[in-house]
């Protein structure tokens, strides 16, 4: 059984899960009940399985220099009919990433120079992270330091109660929280900025390419996809481009990746 498991863990989810976790995982099936490869596969196919396999760290405003280029970046995506900017928070576990775009994106609208509306798409393997992303409540342990130059807007959107701190409904209006594999497609090509961060370095090099195929293909054409910090020199894809910018505040240099205009070669005309 545990070798079954680890191959269903590398074929549908891309990842090498650590031994302990397949134990637990075992563990668990077994006493459930379930032992024969159909049932296994079907509690796979439906997510549960990612509960002991992924790693589900995760807080408000984590890596802040990438609020600081979403924050310059938005006039890439400012059109003069206002249309709607869209972004993916892909891998996004218990949802502070999406929830501290939301929290940006709707300071920012209130500005009449920078006002745009937006909506958020979020998904995560994981179906137990998801519905806890929906409650948009969180303890004390996801506010931390690295995120406390965004301080101020934690303390604006989000109220405590006892020892929790929930999430305000018009910051849910605007996000979409579902369950999602990373290796299947996305099945759209509208997003204007795609967060993938801190989840690549788990997924598989043999996978790599395709996960990221699957994260270009709903990007539209000069999209923008933000990685983790630790992760930008592991991306290569025919797709994409690195780029490179120095933001004003703070004065630091910080990388993202542009998906290339993909027309076709048409020929010289003649």
């Not at 409904?169 to 299947?184: D, G, P």
Request: glycine share 4%; proline share 2%.
């Amino acid at each position: 059984m545990t070798e079954l498991l680890w191959r269903m863990t590398e074929e549908r989810y891309g990842i090498k899960a650590d031994r302990d976790d397949i134990e637990k995982l075992k563990n668990h099936l077994l006493s459930l009940g379930i032992d024969n490869e159909t049932s296994i596969e079907n509690f796979f196919n439906s997510g549960e399985a990612a509960a002991f396999l992924t790693v589900n760290e995760t807080y408000f405003f984590r890596e802040p220099v990438h609020f600081y280029l979403l924050k310059e970046m938005l006039s890439f995506a400012n059109r003069p009919n206002r249309s709607v900017i869209r972004i993916c928070c892909a891998a996004s576990s218990y949802g502070c990433e999406a929830y501290s775009i939301a929290m940006l994106l709707d300071m920012l609208d209130k500005n009449e120079q920078t006002r745009q509306n937006y909506t958020i798409d979020a998904f995560d393997i994981n179906p137990f992270v998801i519905e806890t992303a929906c409650k948009g409540i969180f303890r004390q342990n996801s506010l931390r330091e690295d995120g406390s130059c965004f301080g101020y807007l934690t303390d604006h959107y989000l109220k405590k109660e006892d020892v929790s701190y929930h999430v305000g409904q018009n910051l849910k209006n605007n996000i979409n929280f579902f369950v999602h594999n990373l290796l299947n497609e996305l099945n759209c090509e509208y997003y204007d900025f795609i967060f993938f961060r801190n989840a690549f370095i788990y997924i598989m090099p043999e996978c790599r390419e395709k996960v990221l195929s699957n994260l270009c293909n709903a990007l539209k054409e000069n999209g923008i996809l933000i990685m983790g910090v630790s992760e930008t020199s592991a991306v290569s894809h025919l797709m994409l481009e690195q780029k490179i910018i120095r933001l004003n505040t703070p004065k630091e240099e910080v990388f993202f990746f542009q998906k290339k205009n993909q027309k076709p070669y048409l020929g010289e005309k003649g």
